[in-house]
C-alpha cells in the first residue's frame, strides 16, 4: 500500500508544481503588460511634450547665429584632398611591405 501512496503523493506534487507554475507565469504575464502600459503612457506623453515644444519654436526664428543655414556649400567631386596624397606614398610602403 505504501507504493499506491507514494505514486499518489508524487502525482499531487506535480499537479501541485505546474499549478504554481501557470499562477507564476500568469503574474509575470500581467506584470509584463503592466510595465508596457506604463512605458506607452509615458512615451505618449513624453511625445505629446516634445510636439508642443517644437510648435512653440516654430514660431520664432533661430537666434544666435548668423550662417545661412538653407545653403548648402556644394562639394568638390573627383579631387583628392592634400592628407590623401601625402599619405599615399606610405602608404604603398606599407601595402609593397607586405605582399613581399
Known sequence: MSMHSDE???RAEAL???KQQA???R???VECQAQLDATREKTARLRALRLARDAK??????E???VNHSVVPSLTVGRRSSW???RKPAYRAA???IDT
Open 84 to 86: 590623401s596624397v601625402s
Open 27 to 29: 503574474e509575470a504575464m
Open 57 to 62: 519654436d516654430a514660431d520664432r526664428p533661430y
Open 23 to 25: 499562477h507564476e507565469g
Open 8 to 10: 499518489a503523493h508524487r
Open 64 to 66: 544666435g547665429c548668423s
Open 16 to 18: 501541485f508544481k505546474k
Open 95 to 97: 601595402a609593397d611591405a
